[in-house]
Structure formats: C-alpha cells, structure tokens
C-alpha cells in the first residue's frame, strides 16, 4: 500500500482566468533615470571626478540591468567615476565571489552597465542604531564621495511596517553585508519596522548617501515607476511606495482556497521564496488576509535562485523535484542569517503531481475532492493568469477583476502522474 490509498474522489474540473491587474510599464529606462536624476537635489551633487558607489542586489527586479546601466550613463554624463558594488546582505554564500557570481547572473556585469563591479565582504562599524551596531559596506564606504542604493519598494514578507523593503532596507541590511544582516536579524523582525529607518538614518548622516533610485513594478512584475529620492525624503516618501506597490499588487482569488499548487519557489520571486503578501502564511501560521489557504504545494524551484529554498518550510507538500534542486548551504547560511530555522524544513515529500495534489486534499479539513477549492500558480509574482477549480470559478462569477479564458476541462495527469499542461 503506498500513497495511493489517499486517492479517494474525483478532482473536479478546472479552467483558466486572466486577472485585470494593473498595468504601468516604462518604455524609457534611460530617459526615465535621466529625468528622475535631473531634479534640482539631485543634480547639485555632481562634480568632476566624483567616486560614484551604485549599490545593487535584489533579484528578480524588472529591466535591472537597465536601470543600473542608464545610472552609470548619468554619472558619466556628469563626469564622475561610477562603480557597483553588492548590496545584498549574506546572500551569494556570504562570499566576495559569491556576490559578484549573483550580480553576474543577475546581468550586473561591467559589460553590461558600463562600470566596474567590486565586491567584498569587508565591513566598518559606523554608528548605533537604537542599541543596535551598524555595519556598513567597507569598499564603499572608504572608497566613494557619493553612495547611490537602487532597489525596489514593495511589501516585506516577514514583518510589516510604514516602510519594508526599499532602500532603506537596503542602507540598513544589504549593504551590512553578512556582519550587518545577522546583527539586524539578531533583534527579530518584530524591531525591523523601528530599527531600520533609525539605522539608515545613521548610515546616511555619517555616509555620503545623498539619495536613492526607488523602483515600483506594476501587477505584471513590470517597472513602472523609476524616482530618486533624496535622503532626507526616504523615509516619507517611501512610505508612499509602499502604499502604491501594495495596491499595484495582483491576489488570489475568493476568500479560501482549499489546496494552491505553485509551479515555483525562489528568491528571484520573493526573499523567503513564495510571497506571504499573497498566500497569507508564515512559519508560524496563518496570516490576516483573504483567501485563507488550508494547504499549499510547491511543484519546483525557480532557475535563478540557484538551489536557494528559503521558505521551502512555508509549504505542506513539496515535489521530489524541489527538494533535491536545494543547495543545503546556500539554504541555511540565508535562514540562519535570518533566525528562521523553519524555512529550510522539508515538507511532506512526493514524486508525482497526482500524489501532491491527493495527499494535500486528504490534510484538508471539511474538504471533498469533488467540491474543492484548488487553484495553480507559476508563482507568488505572476498571477495575472491561474487555473481554478470549477467550484471557485463559479463564486467568481460576477466579479470584473476575474476572465474565463475558455471552459473547464479536466484536472489531467500524465501516465507519470505529472499535471498535463496545454
């Protein structure tokens, strides 16, 4: 007797939806920065020679390459000296290699944005933050006149607050390298929404940070929005990014979803691998917020995280897949660095589509197969289209937000028990 024993019902039938999301792409990448670069704070800080440090390192941000590359151009264009550096925390194994390896494959290359990348792990102690030590990337610190962090503002996935991922966060963590990110994840993401805006506050009176390059992406994961903001705007006005990134933001659909299956988990996608803004879930359980999800399913790991599960944990059934693409020491440095054990647990482990989907359906409480609510994702970032039982289709009915694309057809596996994709 095997798994099998739990595969007791029909599944019902599901069909496609687009969901209308918001839509805002640039066109102009170096024009947008230009413009943005162009407003009278900004461009009074330009001189000849100036030591530029671009700090960069967050995955999965649209058209990086581009953003980095026009910044460059505007330096040069201003006759200063530009280089990039990683600003990402302990990521990339917490090596000097290691990040220029993720800056490589995240298409910061010198080839590519016209500057030199130089990367460390050396870091100075450069003030307290609320009791807390900060640290603070060496090589630019000691070898810049003007210290530039570009990063996306949008939700955080383990702790909310008036400002949670942005450059702030950035200042604070990313570019305290490993020393920084475990002393600020020492404290707990309960004092995160307290401690990092007191900690870029310090970075930025004792450092040349003079302004950010703050990008919003729309509901497609599209850059929409590219603005320099000078430091003693950050705080405020990316608080109202904030506000903007989570209404741009696409969701899930209803108000319970009985079993989600995602097709892939990464950091590229969300830094704990599936965005907790949208399955409502963390380590520690469920999370306010619609719908409320009874079990979830990760089919894969994405290509660019490169063996990275953090979060794997948040998950109740994972694919033999996924569990044997994860790289144990990326992994763990990455939760031990942010004291969350439980994202690299393995879940319940299967080999097949068909075993995930059942075994997932059996945890579920007051839940028939026939009658269940199940809904499959790529991943927590691209949900503007999705596959949805036929039961939650119909309470969707009515609801502009939600498009049939065609009818219902079978939930479908394969003579290997994998999902059978049209």
Not at 388 to 399: E, H, I, N, T, W
Request: net charge neutral.
């Amino acid at each position: 007797m095997g798994l099998e024993v739990f595969e007791r019902g029909a599944l019902p039938a599901w069909l496609r939806l687009r969901q209308r999301v918001h839509t805002e792409r640039l066109g102009d990448i170096p024009g947008a920065v230009a413009a943005t670069c162009a407003r009278p704070e900004v461009a009074a800080l330009w001189r000849p020679g100036l030591r530029v440090a671009i700090g960069v390192g967050s995955r999965g941000i649209d058209r990086l390459p581009e953003v980095v590359a026009a910044l460059v151009a505007e330096v040069r264009r201003n006759q200063g000296d530009p280089f990039v550096f990683p600003a990402m925390g302990s990521h990339g194994g917490a090596t000097d290699a290691g990040q220029r390896e993720m800056l490589f494959h995240l298409g910061v290359t010198e080839a590519v944005v016209g500057a030199p990348v130089r990367s460390s792990m050396e870091t100075i102690r450069i003030g307290e933050a609320g009791g807390v030590p900060v640290w603070f990337d060496r090589t630019a610190a000691e070898g810049a006149d003007l210290i530039i962090p570009v990063n996306r503002v949008k939700p955080h996935t383990d702790f909310h607050a008036p400002t949670e991922s942005g450059l702030l966060k950035m200042i604070a963590i990313g570019m305290g390298k490993q020393r920084g990110a475990d002393t600020f994840h020492g404290q707990g993401f309960s004092e995160f929404g307290r401690l990092i805006p007191a900690a870029a506050e310090t970075a930025c009176a004792r450092l040349p940070i003079r302004f950010g390059l703050a990008l919003v992406e729309d509901g497609r994961g599209n850059l929409g929005r590219i603005e320099a903001v000078p430091a003693p705007e950050l705080r405020e006005r990316e608080t109202a990014l904030l506000r903007l990134a989570r209404d741009w933001m696409p969701r899930l659909p209803g108000q319970r979803i009985d079993v989600l299956l995602i097709d892939r988990l990464g950091k590229d996608i969300s830094g704990i691998g599936a965005d907790t803004n949208v399955v409502h879930r963390y380590y520690t359980g469920t999370l306010p917020g619609a719908p409320q999800i009874q079990r979830l399913v990760v089919r894969g790991l994405t290509p660019a995280t490169e063996g990275n599960a953090s979060g794997i944990g948040l998950a109740d059934v994972v694919l033999r897949r996924a569990a044997a693409a994860m790289d144990p020491l990326a992994t763990y440095i990455n939760c031990i660095t942010a004291k969350t054990p439980e994202g690299a647990r393995l879940p319940l482990t299967v080999d097949t589509d068909r075993q995930a989907v059942y075994v997932a359906l059996a945890c579920c409480l007051r839940t028939e197969p026939e009658r269940a609510a199940i809904v499959r994702i790529p991943d927590t970032k691209h949900l503007e289209e999705l596959w949805v039982s036929a039961p939650l289709a119909q309470d969707l009915r009515g609801d502009p937000r939600w498009e049939p694309l065609g009818g219902p057809r079978p939930i479908a596996f394969d003579p290997d028990g994998m999902l059978v994709d049209d």
